[in-house]
T-cell receptor
Framework: DTGVSQDPRHKITKRGQNVTFRCDPI?????LYWYRQTLGQGPEFLTY????????KSRLLSDRFSAERPKGSFSTLEIQRTEQGDSAMYLC???????????FGPGTRLTVL | SQQGEEDPQALSIQEGENATMNCSYK?????LQWYRQNSGRGLVHLIL?????REKHSGRLRVTLDTSKKSSSLLITASRAADTASYFC????????????FGTGTSLTVIP
């Protein structure tokens, strides 16, 4: 598999529950990004990893959101105490050190009831 | 917050015609990228243009960048029905480099 994969593709949860998403980047890519996209909008930057280090995080990101990339390979994004406003498509992208081109996964669509 | 804004928000053309989309942004950038997104799918990278470049071509795509006006345009020539999608520009601010800002997108419909 040469692309970015995300799991699950769809998640329906009740308000107040915690959810966790996984992203597997392209294997040789050391940079990994998380974005959130709502209907009719472009992706909104959430956070950025270089290898296992989380180097940047959006100032707009709630403390309920946390992301990890423990071994510099796959990454997880957790949302605690979900709210209806968290309903969105969560996109993961990766790139290599030598290029700024980001390759996106198919996304995880979250619906909070 | 989103730095880029695409114009127009929606565009409908006949197959074979050319489609032009514009992107404006607010701060100095390192590079600007264009992406395509089919409905409900992930984004596909189309082309990257660096801040020291003025024009770039890739197949039927032509991108221009005017850093003095903080704007870029994407031209798709000889459009096809398969080009129907949303198109986004993305920029990275020169002083951060690793935060990419996407615009709100242009929804292109190519009528067969």
């Amino acid at each position: 598999d040469t692309g970015v994969s995300q799991d699950p593709r769809h998640k329906i949860t009740k308000r107040g529950q915690n959810v966790t998403f996984r992203c597997d980047p392209i294997s040789e890519h050391n940079r990994l990004y998380w974005y959130r996209q709502t209907l009719g909008q472009g992706p909104e930057f959430l956070t950025y990893f270089q290898n296992e280090a989380q180097l940047e995080k959006s100032r707009l990101l709630s403390d309920r959101f946390s992301a990890e990339r423990p071994k510099g390979s796959f990454s997880t994004l957790e949302i605690q105490r979900t709210e209806q406003g968290d309903s969105a498509m969560y996109l993961c992208a990766s790139s290599s050190y030598y290029t700024d081109t980001q390759y996106f996964g198919p996304g995880t669509r979250l619906t909070v009831l | 917050s989103q730095q880029g804004e695409e114009d127009p928000q929606a565009l409908s053309i006949q197959e074979g015609e050319n489609a032009t989309m514009n992107c404006s942004y607010k701060t100095s950038i390192n590079n600007l990228q264009w992406y395509r997104q089919n409905s409900g799918r992930g984004l596909v990278h189309l082309i990257l243009i660096r801040s020291n470049e003025r024009e770039k071509h890739s197949g039927r795509l032509r991108v221009t960048l005017d850093t003095s006006k903080k704007s870029s345009s994407l031209l798709i020539t000889a459009s096809r029905a398969a080009d129907t999608a949303s198109y986004f520009c993305a920029t990275d601010e020169s002083n951060t480099g690793n935060q990419f800002y996407f615009g709100t997108g242009t929804s292109l419909t190519v009528i067969p």
